[in-house]
């Protein structure tokens, strides 16, 4: 089946360093989201990219989609403490009216103030 | 607001004993999903339901059992015959199955004694 592979686990930075998660799928994917969930919270939509080689910005954060969309990454810029949480990634591939999204195990920020 | 409610929001059981976890949707998606989370694990499908009356296994369906009788509602059961119950459940909904951005509730959390 469809595996979403999401690095690393765990990633713990200074407040005002960089962080990027990457996720890979075994198969091309029709599209790619991703989500935040809060510590104690649950996961939130934060955008979804459908292109191959798509770029999206939302201030800080940018997300890439790879030419072959099987990639995907997530870069957040001068990352603050309100940044903290996880990161997932679920990709999408397209199938005859079944469901196939399928999530990353996410990435854990920590950010150190 | 539209939302997703999910109740309740801690639930504790003794083994053996099945448990009914609710999950109600003013957003009128059609499609409403059960997905379990554990440390480390990521989001793992449960089940889903495309539209009233039909509904579909997940990943790791053995265990649990869903009905659909109402587009609000998707309640999840968690038999006895889960082997390891004790977890972190999410609900979520999206407009269709075929952009499948989810909403998520709030989660309920469950421990069997």
């Known amino acids: 089946g469809q595996q979403v592979m999401q690095i690393p686990q765990y990633q713990h930075v200074q407040e005002g360093e960089d962080f990027t998660t990457y996720c890979n799928s075994s198969t091309t994917l029709s599209n790619i989201q991703w989500y935040k969930q809060r510590p104690g919270g649950h996961p939130v939509f934060l955008i979804q990219l459908v292109k191959s080689g798509e770029v999206k910005k939302q201030k800080r954060l940018t997300f890439q989609f790879g030419e072959a969309k099987k990639n995907s990454s997530l870069h957040i810029t001068a990352t603050q403490t309100t940044d903290v949480g996880t990161y997932f990634c679920a990709g999408e591939t397209s199938g005859a009216g079944s469901y196939q999204l399928t999530f990353g195990k996410g990435t854990k920020l920590s950010v150190i103030p | 607001d539209g939302g997703i409610t999910q109740s309740p929001k801690y639930l504790f059981r003794k083994e053996g004993q099945n448990v009914t976890l609710s999950c109600e949707q003013n957003?009128?998606?059609?499609?409403m999903y059960w997905y379990r989370q554990d440390p480390g694990q990521g989001l793992r499908l449960i089940y889903y339901s495309q539209i009233v009356n039909d509904f579909q296994k997940g990943d790791i369906a053995e265990g649990y059992s869903v009905s659909r009788e109402k587009k609000e509602s998707f309640p999840l059961t968690v038999t006895s015959a889960q082997k390891n119950p004790t977890a972190f459940y999410l609900c979520?909904?999206?407009?269709?199955?075929?952009?499948?951005?989810?909403?998520f509730g709030a989660g309920s959390r469950l421990t069997v004694l």
């Open positions: 979520a909904s999206s407009r269709n199955s075929g952009a499948n951005v989810l909403t």
């Open positions: 957003l009128n998606h059609d499609a």
